[in-house]
Protein backbone atom coordinates (compact mmCIF):
# COMPACT_ATOMS: atom_id res chain seq x y z
CA UNK A 1 0.00 0.00 0.00
CA UNK A 2 1.47 3.48 -0.52
CA UNK A 3 0.01 6.22 1.54
CA UNK A 4 0.91 8.70 -0.67
CA UNK A 5 -1.37 7.76 -3.71
CA UNK A 6 -3.84 7.18 -1.34
CA UNK A 7 -3.59 10.44 -0.15
CA UNK A 8 -3.82 11.84 -3.45
CA UNK A 9 -6.94 10.29 -4.18
CA UNK A 10 -8.27 11.60 -1.03
CA UNK A 11 -6.92 14.83 -1.62
CA UNK A 12 -8.65 15.09 -5.12
CA UNK A 13 -12.22 14.69 -3.11
CA UNK A 14 -11.31 17.13 -0.29
CA UNK A 15 -9.93 19.68 -3.32
CA UNK A 16 -13.52 19.14 -4.66
CA UNK A 17 -15.46 20.15 -1.55
CA UNK A 18 -13.70 22.66 -0.45
CA UNK A 19 -13.69 24.13 -4.45
CA UNK A 20 -17.55 24.09 -3.64
CA UNK A 21 -19.77 25.88 -1.00
CA UNK A 22 -22.75 24.47 -2.48
CA UNK A 23 -21.01 21.17 -2.37
CA UNK A 24 -20.28 21.80 1.44
CA UNK A 25 -24.06 22.90 1.97
CA UNK A 26 -25.18 20.13 0.19
CA UNK A 27 -23.49 17.68 2.10
CA UNK A 28 -24.94 19.26 5.19
CA UNK A 29 -28.50 20.14 4.20
CA UNK A 30 -29.96 16.23 4.33
CA UNK A 31 -28.74 15.27 7.73
CA UNK A 32 -29.95 18.29 9.36
CA UNK A 33 -33.36 18.43 7.83
CA UNK A 34 -33.65 14.84 8.58
CA UNK A 35 -32.92 15.85 12.13
CA UNK A 36 -35.45 17.74 12.38
CA UNK A 37 -37.90 15.49 10.85
CA UNK A 38 -36.91 12.86 13.71
CA UNK A 39 -37.19 14.73 15.73
CA UNK A 40 -40.31 16.07 15.90
CA UNK A 41 -41.44 12.38 15.38
CA UNK A 42 -39.51 11.21 18.19
CA UNK A 43 -40.81 13.92 20.55
CA UNK A 44 -44.42 12.74 19.70
CA UNK A 45 -43.73 9.26 20.31
CA UNK A 46 -41.90 9.66 23.60
CA UNK A 47 -45.19 11.61 24.55
CA UNK A 48 -47.91 9.16 22.94
CA UNK A 49 -46.10 5.69 22.90
CA UNK A 50 -46.03 3.10 25.65
CA UNK A 51 -43.33 1.23 24.35
CA UNK A 52 -40.60 4.52 23.34
CA UNK A 53 -42.16 6.71 26.62
CA UNK A 54 -39.15 7.87 29.47
CA UNK A 55 -37.13 6.54 26.82
CA UNK A 56 -36.39 10.28 24.84
CA UNK A 57 -34.20 10.24 22.04
CA UNK A 58 -34.58 6.67 21.08
CA UNK A 59 -35.84 6.79 17.79
CA UNK A 60 -33.49 9.87 17.10
CA UNK A 61 -30.50 8.00 18.05
CA UNK A 62 -31.60 5.71 15.15
CA UNK A 63 -32.03 7.88 12.72
CA UNK A 64 -28.89 9.72 13.10
CA UNK A 65 -27.19 5.60 13.11
CA UNK A 66 -29.20 5.29 10.09
CA UNK A 67 -28.38 8.27 8.50
CA UNK A 68 -24.44 7.44 9.45
CA UNK A 69 -24.92 4.89 7.58
CA UNK A 70 -26.89 5.91 4.22
CA UNK A 71 -24.10 9.02 4.20
CA UNK A 72 -20.95 6.49 4.71
CA UNK A 73 -23.08 4.57 1.80
CA UNK A 74 -23.51 7.42 -0.43
CA UNK A 75 -20.17 9.02 -0.30
CA UNK A 76 -18.63 5.79 -1.65
CA UNK A 77 -20.45 6.31 -4.33
CA UNK A 78 -20.98 9.75 -5.16
CA UNK A 79 -16.75 9.75 -4.92
CA UNK A 80 -16.99 7.01 -7.87
CA UNK A 81 -19.86 8.83 -9.83
CA UNK A 82 -17.81 12.11 -9.36
CA UNK A 83 -15.08 9.96 -11.54
CA UNK A 84 -17.40 8.69 -14.10
CA UNK A 85 -19.02 12.63 -14.61
CA UNK A 86 -16.04 14.32 -14.65
CA UNK A 87 -15.17 11.57 -17.47
CA UNK A 88 -11.88 11.05 -15.52
CA UNK A 89 -12.09 7.27 -15.17
CA UNK A 90 -9.60 6.42 -17.85
CA UNK A 91 -7.00 8.76 -16.26
CA UNK A 92 -7.95 7.27 -12.54
CA UNK A 93 -7.14 3.53 -14.47
CA UNK A 94 -3.92 4.21 -15.87
CA UNK A 95 -2.50 5.76 -12.71
CA UNK A 96 -0.01 3.40 -11.25
CA UNK A 97 -2.31 2.73 -8.53
CA UNK A 98 -3.64 -0.74 -7.10
CA UNK A 99 -7.28 -1.30 -7.32
CA UNK A 100 -6.80 -2.16 -3.39
CA UNK A 101 -5.34 1.18 -3.12
CA UNK A 102 -8.22 2.73 -4.60
CA UNK A 103 -10.21 0.87 -2.41
CA UNK A 104 -8.74 1.98 0.38
CA UNK A 105 -8.86 5.69 -0.67
CA UNK A 106 -12.21 6.05 -1.44
CA UNK A 107 -13.54 3.70 2.21
CA UNK A 108 -11.08 6.40 4.07
CA UNK A 109 -12.47 9.67 2.19
CA UNK A 110 -15.91 8.56 2.98
CA UNK A 111 -15.85 9.30 6.58
CA UNK A 112 -14.67 12.61 5.59
CA UNK A 113 -17.86 13.22 3.87
CA UNK A 114 -19.79 11.95 6.26
CA UNK A 115 -18.51 13.55 9.59
CA UNK A 116 -19.14 17.01 7.05
CA UNK A 117 -22.85 16.47 7.07
CA UNK A 118 -23.54 14.26 10.03
CA UNK A 119 -21.69 16.53 12.98
CA UNK A 120 -23.92 18.81 12.88
CA UNK A 121 -26.68 17.73 12.48
CA UNK A 122 -25.62 15.60 15.32
CA UNK A 123 -24.40 18.66 17.72
CA UNK A 124 -28.17 20.41 16.36
CA UNK A 125 -29.70 17.97 17.58
CA UNK A 126 -28.46 18.36 21.72
CA UNK A 127 -29.87 21.59 22.24
CA UNK A 128 -32.93 21.35 20.41
CA UNK A 129 -34.15 17.75 21.39
CA UNK A 130 -31.91 17.27 24.30
CA UNK A 131 -30.76 14.63 22.40
CA UNK A 132 -26.45 12.89 22.12
CA UNK A 133 -25.69 9.90 20.19
CA UNK A 134 -22.92 10.19 23.03
CA UNK A 135 -25.11 8.56 25.58
CA UNK A 136 -24.38 5.33 24.38
CA UNK A 137 -21.04 5.85 25.51
CA UNK A 138 -17.87 3.52 24.38
CA UNK A 139 -20.23 1.07 22.49
CA UNK A 140 -21.14 3.56 19.91
CA UNK A 141 -17.62 3.04 18.37
CA UNK A 142 -18.23 -0.10 17.20
CA UNK A 143 -21.54 0.49 16.39
CA UNK A 144 -20.34 2.97 14.45
CA UNK A 145 -17.79 0.96 13.23
CA UNK A 146 -20.12 -2.12 12.26
CA UNK A 147 -22.26 0.88 10.02
CA UNK A 148 -19.15 2.41 8.53
CA UNK A 149 -18.18 -0.87 7.11
CA UNK A 150 -21.78 -2.02 6.37
CA UNK A 151 -22.04 1.13 4.38
CA UNK A 152 -18.60 0.90 2.68
CA UNK A 153 -19.96 -2.56 1.72
CA UNK A 154 -23.31 -1.18 0.40
CA UNK A 155 -20.81 1.33 -1.63
CA UNK A 156 -18.65 -1.23 -2.87
CA UNK A 157 -21.74 -3.07 -4.28
CA UNK A 158 -23.18 -0.42 -6.25
CA UNK A 159 -20.05 0.52 -7.80
CA UNK A 160 -19.55 -3.18 -8.55
CA UNK A 161 -22.82 -2.01 -10.39
CA UNK A 162 -21.14 1.00 -11.88
CA UNK A 163 -18.37 -0.81 -13.45
CA UNK A 164 -20.70 -3.62 -14.42
CA UNK A 165 -23.60 -2.00 -15.96
CA UNK A 166 -21.87 1.85 -16.06
CA UNK A 167 -23.56 5.18 -15.51
CA UNK A 168 -27.39 3.95 -16.01
CA UNK A 169 -26.58 1.77 -12.57
CA UNK A 170 -26.57 5.45 -11.41
CA UNK A 171 -30.47 5.17 -10.01
CA UNK A 172 -29.64 1.72 -8.35
CA UNK A 173 -27.43 3.67 -6.12
CA UNK A 174 -30.04 6.03 -5.11
CA UNK A 175 -32.11 3.09 -4.28
CA UNK A 176 -29.62 0.57 -2.48
CA UNK A 177 -30.11 1.72 1.10
CA UNK A 178 -34.27 2.14 1.00
CA UNK A 179 -34.07 -1.58 -0.59
CA UNK A 180 -33.00 -2.69 3.12
CA UNK A 181 -33.85 -1.03 5.36
CA UNK A 182 -37.32 -2.12 6.17
CA UNK A 183 -35.07 -5.15 6.79
CA UNK A 184 -32.98 -3.14 9.33
CA UNK A 185 -35.33 -2.76 11.83
CA UNK A 186 -34.05 0.59 12.71
CA UNK A 187 -37.07 2.17 14.52
CA UNK A 188 -38.99 -1.43 15.66
CA UNK A 189 -37.97 -4.50 16.86
CA UNK A 190 -37.12 -7.63 14.60
CA UNK A 191 -40.07 -9.61 16.57
CA UNK A 192 -42.63 -6.93 13.94
CA UNK A 193 -41.00 -8.63 11.23
CA UNK A 194 -42.44 -11.85 9.35
CA UNK A 195 -40.89 -15.14 10.87
CA UNK A 196 -39.47 -15.44 7.22
CA UNK A 197 -38.00 -11.59 6.88
CA UNK A 198 -37.05 -12.12 10.69
CA UNK A 199 -34.35 -14.75 9.37
CA UNK A 200 -33.20 -12.54 6.55
CA UNK A 201 -32.96 -9.38 8.82
CA UNK A 202 -30.71 -11.85 11.21
CA UNK A 203 -28.16 -12.00 8.38
CA UNK A 204 -27.51 -8.40 8.31
CA UNK A 205 -25.84 -6.44 10.63
CA UNK A 206 -27.89 -3.56 11.25
CA UNK A 207 -30.79 -5.79 13.42
CA UNK A 208 -28.03 -6.29 15.68
CA UNK A 209 -27.16 -2.95 15.56
CA UNK A 210 -30.20 -1.25 16.25
CA UNK A 211 -31.08 -3.85 18.39
CA UNK A 212 -27.97 -3.08 20.71
CA UNK A 213 -28.59 0.91 20.49
CA UNK A 214 -32.29 0.11 21.71
CA UNK A 215 -31.38 -1.85 24.47
CA UNK A 216 -28.74 0.41 25.66
CA UNK A 217 -31.03 3.31 25.94
CA UNK A 218 -33.79 1.52 26.93
CA UNK A 219 -32.38 -1.15 29.80
CA UNK A 220 -29.28 0.29 30.39
CA UNK A 221 -27.43 -2.84 29.38
CA UNK A 222 -24.70 -3.27 27.09
CA UNK A 223 -24.41 -6.96 25.17
CA UNK A 224 -21.31 -7.01 23.50
CA UNK A 225 -21.44 -10.39 22.01
CA UNK A 226 -24.24 -8.18 20.28
CA UNK A 227 -21.65 -5.77 19.14
CA UNK A 228 -19.02 -8.33 17.76
CA UNK A 229 -21.75 -9.89 15.75
CA UNK A 230 -22.64 -7.27 14.34
CA UNK A 231 -19.34 -6.49 13.14
CA UNK A 232 -17.91 -9.73 12.42
CA UNK A 233 -21.06 -9.64 9.77
CA UNK A 234 -20.31 -6.23 9.05
CA UNK A 235 -16.54 -7.47 7.84
CA UNK A 236 -17.68 -10.57 5.99
CA UNK A 237 -19.93 -8.53 4.01
CA UNK A 238 -16.98 -6.02 3.53
CA UNK A 239 -14.82 -9.17 2.46
CA UNK A 240 -17.94 -10.10 -0.01
CA UNK A 241 -18.02 -6.48 -1.44
CA UNK A 242 -14.29 -6.47 -2.22
CA UNK A 243 -14.25 -9.42 -4.33
CA UNK A 244 -17.27 -7.92 -6.24
CA UNK A 245 -15.68 -5.26 -6.53
CA UNK A 246 -12.55 -6.95 -8.23
CA UNK A 247 -14.73 -9.09 -9.98
CA UNK A 248 -16.50 -6.14 -11.87
CA UNK A 249 -13.11 -4.63 -12.42
CA UNK A 250 -11.86 -7.43 -14.19
CA UNK A 251 -15.06 -8.13 -16.30
CA UNK A 252 -15.00 -4.29 -17.31
CA UNK A 253 -11.67 -4.85 -18.59
CA UNK A 254 -12.68 -7.71 -20.72
CA UNK A 255 -15.73 -5.89 -22.05
CA UNK A 256 -13.66 -2.62 -22.85
CA UNK A 257 -16.13 -0.42 -20.27
CA UNK A 258 -12.76 1.24 -18.34
CA UNK A 259 -12.10 2.81 -21.45
CA UNK A 260 -14.70 5.21 -22.32
CA UNK A 261 -16.89 5.09 -19.06
CA UNK A 262 -18.58 8.37 -19.05
CA UNK A 263 -22.02 10.56 -18.51
CA UNK B 1 12.62 -4.41 -29.82
CA UNK B 2 11.25 -1.62 -27.15
CA UNK B 3 7.79 -3.04 -27.48
CA UNK B 4 6.17 -6.24 -29.46
CA UNK B 5 2.74 -6.23 -29.87
CA UNK B 6 2.12 -10.34 -30.99
CA UNK B 7 -1.25 -11.43 -32.50
CA UNK B 8 -3.18 -8.55 -30.45
CA UNK B 9 -7.08 -9.54 -31.06
CA UNK B 10 -9.68 -8.13 -29.26
CA UNK B 11 -13.61 -9.68 -29.08
CA UNK B 12 -16.62 -7.91 -28.01
CA UNK B 13 -19.62 -10.09 -27.48
CA UNK B 14 -19.41 -11.21 -31.23
CA UNK B 15 -17.65 -8.30 -32.88
CA UNK B 16 -14.28 -8.37 -33.46
CA UNK B 17 -12.58 -5.34 -33.05
CA UNK B 18 -8.96 -5.94 -33.41
CA UNK B 19 -7.93 -8.93 -35.34
CA UNK B 20 -4.37 -10.59 -35.20
CA UNK B 21 -2.34 -7.67 -34.79
CA UNK B 22 1.51 -7.61 -34.64
CA UNK B 23 3.62 -4.53 -34.57
CA UNK B 24 6.76 -3.13 -32.68
CA UNK B 25 7.57 0.08 -31.20
CA UNK B 26 11.64 0.93 -31.36
CA UNK B 27 12.89 2.96 -28.14
CA UNK B 28 12.01 6.71 -28.19
CA UNK B 29 10.40 6.50 -32.09
CA UNK B 30 7.33 7.74 -32.79
CA UNK B 31 4.73 5.94 -34.55
CA UNK B 32 1.67 7.16 -35.90
CA UNK B 33 -1.65 4.65 -35.72
CA UNK B 34 -4.14 5.52 -38.33
CA UNK B 35 -7.61 4.18 -39.56
CA UNK B 36 -11.06 5.42 -40.30
CA UNK B 37 -13.31 5.58 -37.02
CA UNK B 38 -13.55 2.24 -35.79
CA UNK B 39 -11.06 0.76 -36.86
CA UNK B 40 -9.55 -0.44 -33.49
CA UNK B 41 -7.29 2.40 -32.38
CA UNK B 42 -8.54 3.43 -29.47
CA UNK B 43 -9.20 -0.48 -28.20
CA UNK B 44 -5.48 -0.97 -29.31
CA UNK B 45 -4.62 1.56 -27.04
CA UNK B 46 -6.42 0.34 -24.01
CA UNK B 47 -5.15 -3.20 -24.23
CA UNK B 48 -1.69 -1.46 -23.96
CA UNK B 49 -2.42 0.65 -21.26
CA UNK B 50 -4.18 -2.48 -19.31
CA UNK B 51 -7.69 -0.74 -19.54
CA UNK B 52 -8.99 -3.51 -22.19
CA UNK B 53 -7.73 -7.23 -21.76
CA UNK B 54 -7.33 -9.03 -24.66
CA UNK B 55 -8.98 -11.46 -26.11
CA UNK B 56 -5.96 -13.53 -27.39
CA UNK B 57 -2.27 -12.52 -28.55
CA UNK B 58 0.27 -10.41 -26.14
CA UNK B 59 2.02 -7.41 -25.53
CA UNK B 60 5.81 -8.07 -24.48
CA UNK B 61 7.50 -4.74 -22.83
CA UNK B 62 11.50 -5.46 -23.29
CA UNK B 63 10.56 -9.11 -24.15
CA UNK B 64 8.38 -9.28 -21.16
CA UNK B 65 4.85 -9.84 -20.97
CA UNK B 66 2.63 -6.92 -19.64
CA UNK B 67 0.69 -9.26 -17.32
CA UNK B 68 3.98 -9.99 -15.45
CA UNK B 69 4.31 -6.78 -14.47
CA UNK B 70 2.32 -5.26 -11.30
CA UNK B 71 -0.25 -2.93 -12.36
CA UNK B 72 1.90 0.30 -10.74
CA UNK B 73 4.81 -0.83 -11.83
CA UNK B 74 4.33 -0.80 -15.21
CA UNK B 75 1.80 2.00 -15.20
CA UNK B 76 4.43 4.29 -13.52
CA UNK B 77 6.41 3.72 -17.28
CA UNK B 78 3.17 4.30 -19.53
CA UNK B 79 1.03 8.24 -19.77
CA UNK B 80 -1.75 8.93 -22.01
CA UNK B 81 -3.35 12.26 -23.58
CA UNK B 82 -6.83 12.50 -25.02
CA UNK B 83 -9.29 15.19 -25.45
CA UNK B 84 -11.67 12.77 -25.04
CA UNK B 85 -10.67 12.02 -21.75
CA UNK B 86 -10.81 14.91 -19.10
CA UNK B 87 -9.10 15.84 -15.86
CA UNK B 88 -11.95 16.58 -13.09
CA UNK B 89 -13.41 19.12 -14.10
CA UNK B 90 -14.26 21.33 -10.63
CA UNK B 91 -10.59 20.86 -9.66
CA UNK B 92 -8.11 23.59 -10.83
CA UNK B 93 -5.02 23.48 -12.87
CA UNK B 94 -2.78 23.33 -10.48
CA UNK B 95 -4.47 21.05 -8.00
CA UNK B 96 -5.46 18.30 -11.02
CA UNK B 97 -1.67 18.51 -11.49
CA UNK B 98 -0.88 17.93 -8.25
CA UNK B 99 -2.78 15.02 -7.63
CA UNK B 100 -1.73 13.24 -10.50
CA UNK B 101 1.73 14.40 -9.65
CA UNK B 102 1.08 12.44 -6.31
CA UNK B 103 -0.93 9.09 -8.18
CA UNK B 104 2.67 9.23 -10.30
CA UNK B 105 5.22 9.33 -7.49
CA UNK B 106 6.80 12.59 -8.40
CA UNK B 107 9.16 13.36 -6.70
CA UNK B 108 10.02 17.19 -6.32
CA UNK B 109 6.73 17.85 -7.57
CA UNK B 110 6.46 21.59 -7.27
CA UNK B 111 9.24 21.94 -9.38
CA UNK B 112 8.22 19.25 -11.99
CA UNK B 113 4.80 21.33 -12.04
CA UNK B 114 6.62 24.37 -12.72
CA UNK B 115 8.37 23.41 -15.01
CA UNK B 116 5.75 21.44 -17.13
CA UNK B 117 3.24 24.28 -16.37
CA UNK B 118 5.74 26.93 -17.78
CA UNK B 119 6.60 24.74 -21.14
CA UNK B 120 3.10 24.10 -21.72
CA UNK B 121 2.26 28.02 -21.06
CA UNK B 122 -0.39 27.08 -18.70
CA UNK B 123 0.69 29.20 -15.84
CA UNK B 124 -1.88 32.20 -16.51
CA UNK B 125 -4.66 29.93 -16.14
CA UNK B 126 -3.38 27.55 -13.23
CA UNK B 127 -5.85 28.13 -10.66
CA UNK B 128 -9.02 28.24 -12.61
CA UNK B 129 -11.27 25.26 -12.90
CA UNK B 130 -10.18 22.93 -15.20
CA UNK B 131 -14.28 22.85 -16.81
CA UNK B 132 -13.57 26.13 -17.38
CA UNK B 133 -10.79 26.19 -19.96
CA UNK B 134 -11.51 26.30 -23.23
CA UNK B 135 -10.66 23.28 -25.99
CA UNK B 136 -6.77 24.57 -26.31
CA UNK B 137 -6.26 25.14 -22.80
CA UNK B 138 -7.98 22.06 -21.51
CA UNK B 139 -5.99 20.21 -23.87
CA UNK B 140 -2.72 21.68 -23.00
CA UNK B 141 -3.62 20.90 -19.41
CA UNK B 142 -4.32 16.70 -20.64
CA UNK B 143 -0.76 17.16 -21.95
CA UNK B 144 0.86 18.66 -19.06
CA UNK B 145 -1.22 15.60 -17.21
CA UNK B 146 0.47 13.01 -19.63
CA UNK B 147 3.93 14.13 -19.11
CA UNK B 148 4.18 14.64 -15.81
CA UNK B 149 5.94 11.51 -14.97
CA UNK B 150 8.52 11.94 -17.63
CA UNK B 151 7.03 8.64 -19.54
CA UNK B 152 9.08 6.47 -21.40
CA UNK B 153 5.79 5.57 -23.18
CA UNK B 154 3.41 8.38 -24.38
CA UNK B 155 -0.09 6.91 -25.91
CA UNK B 156 -1.72 10.16 -27.51
CA UNK B 157 -5.43 9.94 -29.06
CA UNK B 158 -5.82 12.78 -30.89
CA UNK B 159 -4.29 15.11 -28.88
CA UNK B 160 -4.83 18.25 -31.70
CA UNK B 161 -8.46 17.13 -32.55
CA UNK B 162 -10.94 20.03 -32.37
CA UNK B 163 -8.32 22.76 -31.90
CA UNK B 164 -7.78 25.97 -34.03
CA UNK B 165 -4.22 25.64 -36.04
CA UNK B 166 -2.25 28.55 -34.15
CA UNK B 167 -2.63 26.09 -30.85
CA UNK B 168 -2.74 22.64 -32.50
CA UNK B 169 0.54 24.35 -34.08
CA UNK B 170 1.46 24.79 -30.12
CA UNK B 171 1.28 21.57 -29.20
CA UNK B 172 2.66 19.53 -32.14
CA UNK B 173 5.54 21.89 -32.09
CA UNK B 174 6.07 21.51 -28.17
CA UNK B 175 5.70 17.48 -28.64
CA UNK B 176 8.61 17.76 -31.33
CA UNK B 177 10.73 19.98 -28.59
CA UNK B 178 9.89 17.52 -25.64
CA UNK B 179 11.50 14.37 -27.83
CA UNK B 180 13.97 16.03 -28.83
CA UNK B 181 15.07 16.75 -25.30
CA UNK B 182 13.53 13.47 -23.68
CA UNK B 183 14.26 9.72 -23.89
CA UNK B 184 10.67 8.78 -24.92
CA UNK B 185 8.28 6.34 -27.41
CA UNK B 186 5.21 7.94 -28.71
CA UNK B 187 2.36 5.82 -30.41
CA UNK B 188 0.37 9.07 -31.83
CA UNK B 189 -3.48 8.00 -32.97
CA UNK B 190 -4.72 10.55 -35.27
CA UNK B 191 -6.92 11.53 -37.98
CA UNK B 192 -4.62 14.94 -39.02
CA UNK B 193 -2.07 13.59 -41.97
CA UNK B 194 0.06 16.98 -41.67
CA UNK B 195 0.42 16.41 -38.08
CA UNK B 196 1.60 12.38 -38.31
CA UNK B 197 3.65 13.65 -41.23
CA UNK B 198 4.98 15.83 -39.03
CA UNK B 199 5.85 14.05 -36.01
CA UNK B 200 6.18 10.29 -36.62
CA UNK B 201 8.99 7.95 -38.01
CA UNK B 202 6.85 5.41 -39.07
CA UNK B 203 3.32 5.07 -39.47
CA UNK B 204 0.72 1.53 -38.81
CA UNK B 205 -2.51 1.88 -41.15
CA UNK B 206 -5.35 -0.12 -39.62
CA UNK B 207 -9.19 -1.24 -41.12
CA UNK B 208 -11.82 -2.96 -39.48
CA UNK B 209 -9.59 -4.13 -37.28
CA UNK B 210 -6.29 -5.33 -38.75
CA UNK B 211 -3.47 -3.64 -40.23
CA UNK B 212 -3.24 -3.12 -43.71
CA UNK B 213 0.20 -1.40 -44.41
CA UNK B 214 2.89 0.03 -42.10
CA UNK B 215 5.83 1.44 -42.94
CA UNK B 216 7.75 5.31 -43.04
CA UNK B 217 5.46 8.22 -44.73
CA UNK B 218 7.70 8.66 -47.39
CA UNK B 219 7.71 4.75 -48.28
CA UNK B 220 3.67 4.57 -47.78
CA UNK B 221 3.48 7.66 -50.05
CA UNK B 222 5.74 5.83 -52.93
CA UNK B 223 4.12 2.63 -52.26
CA UNK B 224 1.08 3.46 -52.93
CA UNK B 225 1.75 6.47 -55.94
CA UNK B 226 -0.22 9.07 -54.21
CA UNK B 227 1.24 12.37 -53.79
CA UNK B 228 0.78 12.90 -49.70
CA UNK B 229 -0.15 10.85 -46.71
CA UNK B 230 -3.82 12.22 -47.15
CA UNK B 231 -4.43 10.79 -50.32
CA UNK B 232 -2.44 7.46 -49.24
CA UNK B 233 -5.02 7.20 -46.32
CA UNK B 234 -7.93 7.50 -48.25
CA UNK B 235 -6.49 5.04 -51.22
CA UNK B 236 -5.96 2.18 -48.10
CA UNK B 237 -8.93 3.44 -46.20
CA UNK B 238 -11.43 2.91 -49.24
CA UNK B 239 -9.69 -0.37 -50.68
CA UNK B 240 -11.02 -3.90 -49.59
CA UNK B 241 -7.30 -5.25 -50.69
CA UNK B 242 -4.73 -6.03 -48.14
CA UNK B 243 -1.54 -4.84 -48.95
Known sequence: ?263 | MFIEIKNLSKIYNKYLAVDKINFHLEKDKTIGLLGPNGCGKTTTIGMMLGLVTPSSGEILIENKNLNSFGRDEILKRFNFASPYVELPKKLTVRQNLEIYGRLYGIKDLKKRIHEISNDLEIKEFFERKTGELSSGQKNRVSLAKSLINKPEILLLDEPTASLDPDIGDFIRSYIQEYKSKNKVTVLLASHNMSEVERLCDSIIMMRKGKIIDQGTCVDLIKKHGRNNLEETFLKLARSQDEF
Not at chain 1, 1 to 14: P, V
Open chain 1, 1 to 263: MNFNKIYALGLRHLYLIMNSFPRVLDLIYWPTVQIFLWGFISKFFTLNSEYYNNTVGVILTAAILYDFLFRASISFNMMFLEEIWSRNFTNLFIAPIKIREIITALTLTAILRTLIGLVPAVLIAIPLFGVSVLNLGVPLIFLLLALYLFGVTLGLLVTSGLLRYGPSFENIAWASLFFLAPLGCIYYPIEILPTTLQIIAEALPLVHIFEEMRSILMNNTVNYLNIIKSIAISVIYFVFGVIIFYFSYFGAKKRGTLMNMGE
